[in-house]
């Protein structure tokens, strides 16, 4: 299994079926029904994100009104670019990465 995998990684880079960029096997996570199918590791944290808000909605209770909260300030730093300032771009990502 080992063998395989060191193998696969000095295969040539494989496209993310989200954002379409190129990533190495060990980079990848693969769908269960369809291997085929690999989304990079920034792409499934993504998906993670909107399987969250899809499960709040479908089930609101003061918990999920907070996480709208957290999720619709996201929103607003992406869409304004704060997120890749150079001053407070760094914390913003951070703090992005921990917030539900
Ligand atoms: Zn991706």
Redesign the pocket.
Known sequence: MTTAATESDAAEPLA?W??G?AYREAELVRLGNHPEVG??L??AHFLHQQARGREDALHPSPATRVRDQFRAGRRVVMQRGWHQKPVIGRPLRWLGRRLP
Request: with cysteine; proline share 0%.
């Open positions: 993310c989200c954002c960029s989304v990079c920034r792409c």
